[in-house]
């Protein structure tokens, strides 16, 4: 049943704030104080989201309706109206001739819709850490090659090399976005393709030898500090997937009694659509990854299914640091042009194809890439559970066996 303006008008406030619907999710909400606003509920991505569209009476309930049915076109036309509104207003506010800052935000606002939230907060870090403090507040139209190397190489100085590369990708999406908007004519991170340091190597470090890898499972058996690391270390070992995906997973994703690791898909390394609607990625536990967990369950299985199964020193609701694999890795001797924690992915990937000559597409599943069958088609994430259970089993078995200076032959 629709409002009427009488209803709103004579509409009183009680002890709690009251909501009084009209159609189509716009609704007026009254304080207890007597203020009655224009709300208008939807949903974008998967989840419930408000609008606010003004007071009553300033805003009349036709003109509440008829700003509800402009977001409802912007969301019929796939574009989430509180971030237009927010790009609105963005671009508002900044003048012709625009600062860096202004504009970098205005971009990140506009491509931060399309992308997961992880992504997001790390590009808007990267240059709140790194860009802004030097040439933030300098008019985009004036900065030129010179100046903005000058940042990056602030970035070189300290080893970041991948950082500094990221940065100029950045900053060069930047520029694009404010040539486009008739606020730059150059993009001065263009001009400095193949000015930056070259990183050592364009992949993770990673041990794919043998015999060393043999000597690292037992370097790694053998670490004396926190057993918390101790068991992240020997997991990564096993189960090789990305490090970020072992340092937050949690008790309620793992079934030992199953032996079965069950990542979300908003957890994967995906693109938004995949992690919103995806499916979760299934990691098969071997026996001894199974054994470890179960070591480990006595210390940081108390808080339940949500608890970190690794959690960090500095609280168990947290995991465990970014570095903490990394920094357990150079204290046994391993730098980072050695062996780095996303190193195991290669490490595994490198073996199981040339040593224990196991299909490459039970391979890629296991690693979460994308396998396609010979008609193109991708497949689905649940193919090949089987094969990879067992994969996974003889993986194991093959490090125990390095481990002890058993020669095996390969398959």
Same mark, same amino acid.
Request: one cysteine or more; hydrophobic letters at 40%.
């Given at each position: 049943? *629709? ?30 104080? /007597? ?9 974008? /991505? ?22 509800? +049915? ?9 574009? +989430? ?69 000058? !940042? ?21 999406? !930047? ?25 050592? *190597? /364009? ?5 794919? +030898? ?15 500090? *926190?057993? !918390? ?16 995906? !072992? ?57 339940? /299914? +949500? ?105």
């Amino acid at each position: 049943m *629709s409002l009427t303006d009488t209803a709103v008008r004579q509409a009183k406030p009680i002890e709690k704030a009251r909501r009084l619907a009209d159609a189509l999710g716009l609704y007026v909400e009254i304080s207890p104080a /007597g203020g009655k606003w224009w709300r208008w509920k939807y949903r974008f /991505g998967g989840k419930e989201k408000r609008l606010a569209l003004g007071t009553y009476p300033e805003v009349s309930l036709a003109e509440a309706r008829n700003e509800r +049915d402009k977001a409802r076109a912007l969301l019929k036309a796939g574009t +989430d109206p509180s971030a237009a509104r927010k790009l609105g207003k963005a671009r508002s506010s900044i003048s012709t001739e625009a600062n860096f800052e202004g504009v970098a935000r205005e971009w990140h606002t506009m491509k931060a819709t399309g992308w997961a939230e992880s992504h997001a907060s790390t590009t808007i870090a990267r240059l709140e850490k790194d860009v802004f403090p030097w040439i933030g507040k300098r008019p985009i139209r004036e900065i030129d090659p010179p100046e903005l190397l000058v !940042v990056l190489r602030r970035v070189e100085e300290r080893l970041a090399i991948e950082t500094a590369h990221r940065l100029r990708e950045i900053c060069g999406q !930047v520029f694009r976005y404010a040539i486009s908007t008739d606020r730059a004519t150059r993009n001065a991170a263009a001009d400095l393709q193949g000015t930056l340091q070259t990183a050592a *190597s /364009g992949h993770h470090a990673a041990i794919t +030898d043998p015999v060393q890898v043999a000597e690292l499972v037992r370097n790694m058996r053998g670490y004396r500090g *926190s057993p !918390v690391v101790r068991t992240a270390l020997q997991f990564s070992a096993l189960t090789f997937q990305r490090p970020g995906e !072992v340092r937050a997973a949690t008790w309620s994703e793992i079934d030992l009694d199953a032996g079965l690791w069950t990542i979300p898909a908003a957890r994967m390394k995906r693109g938004l659509k995949e992690k919103l609607n995806g499916q979760p990625h299934l990691v098969p536990l071997s026996t001894q990854a199974v054994k470890l967990l179960r070591e480990l369950h006595p210390l940081t299985g108390h808080r339940g /299914g +949500d608890g970190c199964v690794f959690p960090g020193e500095r609280g168990e609701g947290r995991p465990l640091s970014e570095n903490g694999v990394r920094m357990a890795l150079r204290t046994l001797g391993y730098d980072n042009e050695t062996m780095t924690p996303h190193g195991f992915r290669a490490m595994a990937r490198t073996i199981l194809d040339e040593v224990l000559k196991e299909r490459v597409e039970y391979i890629e599943a296991q690693l979460a890439h994308t396998v396609k069958d010979p008609l193109g088609r991708a497949y689905n994430r649940t193919t090949f559970l089987p094969e990879r259970i067992a994969m996974m089993q003889r993986w194991a078995d093959f490090l125990d066996a390095l481990a002890q200076g058993v020669k095996l032959k390969a398959a």
